[in-house]
């Protein structure tokens, strides 16, 4: 019975020693989590509202299809465009501009490339509806899109539609 007792009392300490190693190493400071693994970029609703005018609107299909303004990507038809990137809205500048002198029809590909810090987004639009050729009041071109986009060599992509226009 004696030793029944003892050994009881020998796994009580080991168990408290292993509790206390674990939680104050040996150097006698608590642990630090390490240091955060690089995650997908996270896409997100544009936050801060922006100006009525000529450019593009790319929305998730729900969005569009409510006819609503909640964007996930926006420009205006300078270089500058918007995006919510992990969680805040940041300001996108343009680095590969597409093509131009194109004609646009239907099926159409085009792409799009721009940066913002550590972020590089690309946009893949395929046109899929034009204006009838005899509508001058209509200035519009729709599109779906893909972007990607890339920080830290990982990807997230998102596929959206929308139009670009006045």
């Known amino acids: 019975m004696k030793t029944r007792s003892v050994i009881n009392r020998s ?8 509790i206390l190693f674990t939680l104050f190493p040996i150097g006698g400071r ?8 690089p995650s997908v970029p996270l896409i997100g609703v544009i936050k801060k509202a922006l100006p009525e005018e000529c450019g593009c609107l790319l929305q998730l299909s729900p969005d569009y299809r409510k006819h609503n303004r909640r964007a996930i990507f926006r420009s205006d038809f300078s270089d500058k465009a918007w995006m919510n990137l992990d969680g805040k809205d940041l300001e996108l500048s343009l680095v590969s501009p597409p093509a131009s002198g194109r004609r646009e029809r239907v099926g159409a590909r085009r792409n799009e490339i721009y ?9 893949q639009y395929v ?12 200035e519009a071109v729709w599109y779906s899109a893909m972007i990607t986009v890339t920080k830290n060599g990982l990807s997230g992509k998102i ?3 929308g139009l670009c226009g006045c």
Do not use: H, M, W
């Open 30 to 37: 608590p642990q630090t989590p390490s240091p955060s693994v």
């Open 11 to 18: 796994r009580v300490r080991l168990a408290a020693l292993f």
């Open 159 to 161: 596929k959206t539609i």
């Open 115 to 123: 940066k913002s810090g550590s972020y590089k987004i690309e946009i």
């Open 127 to 138: 046109t899929t509806r034009i204006c009838p050729p005899k509508d001058e009041s209509c």
